[in-house]
């Protein structure tokens, strides 16, 4: 001890100081990072919740068709949201929101835990889906605000750190269900850490900034930039629903794998979807964002139509891998590209385009279902494959639409 001090000081007086990489790093590097940090917290709140739905069925004695009945309240709750989300982005500012709709969060994640009926538990889940959507469109306004100070794409490493929440979410649950904590404990210490999270972050979420730009709550036509990237992200969110409901079972029907390995699909379109997202911000600041869209609709396509075509374990796997390449980057660009809307303020302009996807991402699964009985599974995933060609499309015509009347959108 006494010579790392003698060291220590000797350093000091040839003028060699200590680092500290918090003070070294800039205001705009802080702002990232803590909103990263609650992207990551509202990712790990919702993980939580979905890891110990089977303990909720057990709990309550839930069917299955009483267990889907209850699973609605979630989107139900979110569409419940989307137009409440914009109007009070607009109207408070979105760092408001994000506060509020954190401590909302700590708040009903445990009282799922706690419901001691069904008639508690489901209005619980209600809110809970309306503040997730609250979150999704806050924190989006805010880092979209974030990414114009920055001059660059950064708003898929923000939705990489979403997906990175989901598969932490998803081995903490892991963790308590194998010790057998109850879910009420387990929700609890996720509420903790995500207040913790939240009162570390806040401090650097700046405040909004003053724009006279964008519309309130005033009832007219979307503009034709916000039909077009609506139209996108719902196809986007349709395949990304299809994936999310029946990549498993598509793996035991069709490519009748052992089931142990039944969840392979799945795990390589979420990998490489968490993936892609961490990857995509440097690919559009190097390409542009019409490209990299483009490039995502043909991943979408090519990699079901190699699982269609070849459905074998590596092709297949291969394929959803694709897929999930293709989906990774199509919902932040929708959002980087929505926000510079000239009609509506971001917020309203991210509520809008959110709603047209969620009902992609709510038509996908049953539509699947639906096809798969009139015909088959391989003739439902051939069709979804087409949202891939669609996407591109809609980034091959018209592209003035793409002016939004200061910069044109590559």
């Keep these: 001890m006494h010579y790392t001090g003698l060291i220590g000081q000797s350093l000091l007086n040839c003028g060699f100081k200590p680092i500290n990489p918090i003070k070294s790093m800039t205001l705009l590097q802080k702002r990232r990072i803590a909103l990263g940090s609650l992207f990551f917290m509202a990712g790990l709140c919702f ?131 194998y010790f057998e904590v109850i879910p009420v404990v387990h929700y609890l210490v996720v509420a903790g850490l995500a207040l913790v999270l939240l009162f570390l972050g806040q401090r650097y979420v700046f405040k909004d900034a003053k724009s006279s730009e964008g519309s309130g709550m005033v009832l007219r036509r979307p503009d034709d930039l916000l039909l077009r990237i609506g139209a996108i992200a719902f196809l986007g969110m349709m395949c990304e629903g299809c994936m999310f409901d029946w990549s498993g079972v598509y793996f035991k029907k069709v490519v009748e794998i ?54 074998v374990i590596q092709v297949a796997t291969l394929g959803f891998l694709l897929v999930g390449f293709g989906v990774a980057s199509i919902i932040p660009v929708a959002y980087s590209i929505a926000g510079r809307s000239k009609l509506y303020s971001p917020g309203i302009a991210l509520a809008l385009v959110s709603t047209i996807s969620f009902f992609g991402f709510l038509i996908g699964p049953p539509l699947i279902g639906f096809i798969a009985d009139l015909f088959s599974l391989k003739v439902s995933f051939a069709l979804i494959a087409f949202t891939g060609l669609g996407i591109t499309l809609l980034l091959s015509v018209r592209l ?11």
């Design 258 to 311: 052992e089931p142990r390995f039944v969840a392979l699909g799945y795990v390589a379109f979420m990998g490489a979807m968490a993936t892609g997202r961490f990857v995509s911000d440097k690919l559009t600041n190097r390409f542009g964002k019409i490209i990299i869209l483009r490039i995502s609709g043909l991943l979408i396509f090519t990699g079901l139509s190699l699982s269609v075509a070849f459905p």
């Design 47 to 177: 993980s939580s919740w979905a890891a110990r739905i089977p303990d909720i069925q057990f709990k309550f004695s839930l069917s299955e068709a009483q267990l889907g009945t209850l699973l609605l309240g979630l989107p139900l709750g979110s569409l419940v949201a989307l137009p409440l989300a914009g109007w009070a982005v607009h109207r408070f500012g979105s760092r408001i929101v994000i506060i509020l709709g954190g401590i909302g969060y700590a708040i009903f994640l445990p009282l799922i835990g706690f419901s001691s009926s069904v008639l508690m538990l489901v209005p619980t889940v209600i809110v809970f889906g309306m503040i997730g959507n609250l979150m999704n469109i806050s924190l989006n306004t805010k880092a979209l605000e974030l990414e114009d100070n920055y001059g660059r794409s950064i708003l898929g490493s923000f939705h990489g750190l979403w997906s990175l929440a989901g598969f932490s979410g998803a081995g903490i649950g892991a963790v308590m269900i």
């Design 400 to 410: 003035k639409v793409f002016n939004t009347g200061e910069v044109v959108i590559k």
